[in-house]
């Protein structure tokens, strides 16, 4: 093995990519729910439609787009690897446990695997849909015609379908507990942990973590009472 | 002062060797003084089965007085019992109430195989240590203490990360049996001081390979492991033992 396989395939290595793909994933995050955040607009979702078809057209975002799907999966596959050997380091567990430490900061594979399944269950929703669904229909801004994903949005968030809006509400709670320690824990992992600073990254991974949940959760339950 | 006598309910782990299957046993125990310590009521319910002729339970012990880190408990839950930062030889009965069930059992970790009842081998962390968790001397006069110049906040920084007795409660604290708090600690006491300096990288990256070859999990930075260091060692050192490791790997000659 190469010195850097043997880095990143270490114990501490492996914590490497997690905290480095978590936050690149949280960058992803911000401008998800910028674009997102146009579905309010009383435009009837022109902005949004334009936004979508810039983001599915750009080149730089394409490219971007692929290291993202990358990066969910490396995220995945060295979470399970490190809860594989974690699991191997205790198999026994304790008969009384009181540890201190947070529910979520355990929880993060929990966690992680239903943010998992909603992604995949999102892409096949709007994802999916948008890129090969030949049967939606196009809108024209003085541009060139374009998908009207709004439609498909709209009618997601639509009455009757109360049971999936549940779910999305739930998946972005869930999303909330587990940017509440990843994003702290990446910096941490990082080796910066520093007087001045760690209140501060903890502040904002704290704020972060609720302003993301809170930002998606909102979309749906607003676009479903309009 | 005493208050008076107590009477317990003891659930303990029993097992005969590293590969047999344990379980637990319930002890009754009574005329425990508040003022002994949590070994000592071990020292009255093993005299009790002996008198019986039963075999007494195995545990770990040595200074009983916080410094060795031999006694290794997970008393009702936690490393150590109920108290932050002590030891079990420094938890005393009074912090139990008459009557109450206590639940003890051994450090759970595969790189912690159990020898017998709560008694573990904790030989890893010597390994460990073997590997790089040390200054090389060389023979000669020995130099003016005052030789080399350290910061007072570097010397105390070293001396807290120095405070780690081995006891292995991070590790037993810790949902994925880690070592880091441990390794952190003792790459930390050396890597702040100049004569440590010298041989710091190749230190953390030998102990941090040791650390994996010893099946010990990974950081979630949790927190459990500091939250129940009998020594209160930070987090910080952690992100520092990341923060070597992780240079070194990038500049060090070692391939
Ligand atoms: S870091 Fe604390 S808990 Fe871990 S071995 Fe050292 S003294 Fe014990
Ligand atoms: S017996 Fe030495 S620390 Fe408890």
Redesign the pocket.
Same mark, same amino acid.
């Given at each position: 093995m190469s010195w850097v396989a043997k880095t990143l395939s270490s114990s501490l290595g492996k914590k490497l990519l997690m905290a480095g793909t978590g936050l690149f994933l949280c960058t992803f995050l911000i401008v998800h729910l910028i674009g997102n955040l146009q579905l309010l607009k009383e435009d009837n979702g022109q902005s949004f439609n334009i936004y979508a078809s810039f983001m599915t057209h750009n080149p730089l975002i394409k490219v971007i787009s692929y290291g993202l799907y990358f990066f969910i999966i490396l995220h995945s596959a060295v979470a399970i690897w490190l809860t594989i050997l974690n699991k191997k380091a205790r198999p026994a567990d304790y008969a009384v446990s009181n540890t201190s430490s947070t529910w979520a900061s355990r929880s993060m594979m929990l966690l992680g695997t239903m943010l998992l399944i909603f992604i995949g269950l999102h892409m096949v929703h709007f994802w999916a849909r948008y890129h090969f669904d030949n049967g939606l229909s196009l809108v024209s801004y003085g541009t060139e015609p374009m998908k009207n994903l709004y439609e498909i949005v709209d009618a997601m968030y639509d009455r009757g379908n109360e049971g999936w809006i549940g779910f999305y509400v739930i998946s972005q709670l869930v999303l909330g507990f587990h940017l509440s320690h990843g994003f702290a824990s990446a910096f941490q992992t990082f080796g910066l942990n520093h007087r001045k600073y760690t209140p501060i990254i903890k502040g904002a991974g704290l704020t972060f973590s609720i302003v993301i949940a809170l930002g998606f959760a909102i979309i749906p339950i607003l676009m479903y009472l309009n | 002062m005493s208050e008076g006598t107590m009477s317990l309910t003891l659930k303990v782990w029993r097992q005969k060797n590293s590969t047999s299957k344990g379980e637990f046993k319930t002890y009754p125990v009574s005329g425990i003084s508040s003022d002994m310590s949590f070994l000592e009521m071990f020292d009255v319910l093993n005299e009790e089965l002996i008198t019986k002729g039963e075999e007494s339970i195995a545990f770990d012990h040595d200074c009983r007085e916080g410094i060795c *880190?031999m006694c290794s408990m997970y008393i009702n839950g936690r =490393?150590h019992g109920p108290k932050n930062a002590i030891t079990t030889c420094q938890l005393h009965m009074r912090s139990f109430k008459d009557g109450d069930t206590i639940t003890v059992e051994p450090w759970r970790a595969s790189a912690f195989p159990i020898v017998k009842d709560l008694a573990v081998n904790r030989s890893a962390?010597d390994r460990i240590i073997a590997s790089g968790g040390y200054v090389s001397v060389n023979t000669g006069n020995a130099k003016d203490a005052n030789d080399i110049l350290i910061p007072k906040e570097d010397a105390d920084e070293a001396f807290s990360a120095a &405070? %780690? #007795? *081995? %006891? *292995? &409660? /991070?590790?037993a604290a810790c949902k994925n049996a880690s070592a880091m708090?441990?390794v952190s &600690?003792k790459v930390s006491q050396l890597a702040l001081l100049p004569q440590g300096k010298v041989e710091s990288q190749k230190r953390v990256e030998n102990m941090v390979a040791q650390m994996d070859v010893e099946g010990f999990g990974a950081c979630t930075n949790t927190g459990a %492991?500091s939250a129940? /260091? =009998?020594?209160g #060692?930070s987090l910080e050192h952690i992100a520092r033992l990341n923060r070597e490791y992780f240079s070194a790997k990038l500049t060090s000659n070692n391939v």
């Amino acid at each position: 093995m190469s010195w850097v396989a043997k880095t990143l395939s270490s114990s501490l290595g492996k914590k490497l990519l997690m905290a480095g793909t978590g936050l690149f994933l949280c960058t992803f995050l911000i401008v998800h729910l910028i674009g997102n955040l146009q579905l309010l607009k009383e435009d009837n979702g022109q902005s949004f439609n334009i936004y979508a078809s810039f983001m599915t057209h750009n080149p730089l975002i394409k490219v971007i787009s692929y290291g993202l799907y990358f990066f969910i999966i490396l995220h995945s596959a060295v979470a399970i690897w490190l809860t594989i050997l974690n699991k191997k380091a205790r198999p026994a567990d304790y008969a009384v446990s009181n540890t201190s430490s947070t529910w979520a900061s355990r929880s993060m594979m929990l966690l992680g695997t239903m943010l998992l399944i909603f992604i995949g269950l999102h892409m096949v929703h709007f994802w999916a849909r948008y890129h090969f669904d030949n049967g939606l229909s196009l809108v024209s801004y003085g541009t060139e015609p374009m998908k009207n994903l709004y439609e498909i949005v709209d009618a997601m968030y639509d009455r009757g379908n109360e049971g999936w809006i549940g779910f999305y509400v739930i998946s972005q709670l869930v999303l909330g507990f587990h940017l509440s320690h990843g994003f702290a824990s990446a910096f941490q992992t990082f080796g910066l942990n520093h007087r001045k600073y760690t209140p501060i990254i903890k502040g904002a991974g704290l704020t972060f973590s609720i302003v993301i949940a809170l930002g998606f959760a909102i979309i749906p339950i607003l676009m479903y009472l309009n | 002062m005493s208050e008076g006598t107590m009477s317990l309910t003891l659930k303990v782990w029993r097992q005969k060797n590293s590969t047999s299957k344990g379980e637990f046993k319930t002890y009754p125990v009574s005329g425990i003084s508040s003022d002994m310590s949590f070994l000592e009521m071990f020292d009255v319910l093993n005299e009790e089965l002996i008198t019986k002729g039963e075999e007494s339970i195995a545990f770990d012990h040595d200074c009983r007085e916080g410094i060795c *880190g031999m006694c290794s408990m997970y008393i009702n839950g936690r =490393p150590h019992g109920p108290k932050n930062a002590i030891t079990t030889c420094q938890l005393h009965m009074r912090s139990f109430k008459d009557g109450d069930t206590i639940t003890v059992e051994p450090w759970r970790a595969s790189a912690f195989p159990i020898v017998k009842d709560l008694a573990v081998n904790r030989s890893a962390f010597d390994r460990i240590i073997a590997s790089g968790g040390y200054v090389s001397v060389n023979t000669g006069n020995a130099k003016d203490a005052n030789d080399i110049l350290i910061p007072k906040e570097d010397a105390d920084e070293a001396f807290s990360a120095a &405070a %780690c #007795i *081995g %006891c *292995g &409660a /991070c590790v037993a604290a810790c949902k994925n049996a880690s070592a880091m708090l441990f390794v952190s &600690a003792k790459v930390s006491q050396l890597a702040l001081l100049p004569q440590g300096k010298v041989e710091s990288q190749k230190r953390v990256e030998n102990m941090v390979a040791q650390m994996d070859v010893e099946g010990f999990g990974a950081c979630t930075n949790t927190g459990a %492991c500091s939250a129940e /260091c =009998p020594k209160g #060692i930070s987090l910080e050192h952690i992100a520092r033992l990341n923060r070597e490791y992780f240079s070194a790997k990038l500049t060090s000659n070692n391939v």
